[in-house]
């Protein structure tokens, strides 16, 4: 059976995370930090990373953070399907900041939701 595909790209690399975090607007809802890059485009595309902190140690504990992140993104994806974001390649970074895991997983779907409703106002 073929893969489905999804209307966003995975943002991969240290080029292109360090130039979305360098030159893109920071929106900070603790302990998520989003950096948004617009560019105008004739092709319109979304691309989206995830990461969290070195200062969470073992990488398992990362990686279910990033997993909730992506599926706390998902659920709200739609928002992106409205007619404003046609003319613009968005790339968008979240990245966890918090030092423990305890209740991440709460707080992250908050941090995320609110994070994305600001980032349709900057549109």
């Known amino acids: ?20 975090i360098a030159s ?6 603790s302990p998520i930090k989003a ?14 990373g995830f ?11 990362r990686n279910c953070i990033k997993r909730c992140m992506k599926e706390a993104f998902r659920a709200n994806k739609n928002v992106f399907l409205k007619p404003k974001f046609t003319d613009k390649n968005i790339e968008i970074v ?8 305890q209740a991440a997983r709460k707080k992250m779907v908050s941090s995320i ?6 980032i349709c106002v900057l549109m």
């Open 1 to 20: 059976m073929p893969k489905k595909q999804s209307f966003y790209k995975t943002l991969k690399g240290y080029g292109k995370f360090t130039k979305v």
């Open 35 to 48: 950096f948004v890059y617009f560019t105008a485009s004739d092709k319109p595309s979304i691309s989206v």
């Open 113 to 118: 939701n609110l994070s994305i409703k600001e």
């Open 24 to 29: 893109g607007k920071q929106i900070e809802k």
């Open 94 to 101: 979240f990245m966890y900041t918090d030092k423990e895991m």
């Open 51 to 61: 990461t969290a902190t070195k200062s969470i140690r073992k990488a398992t504990q």
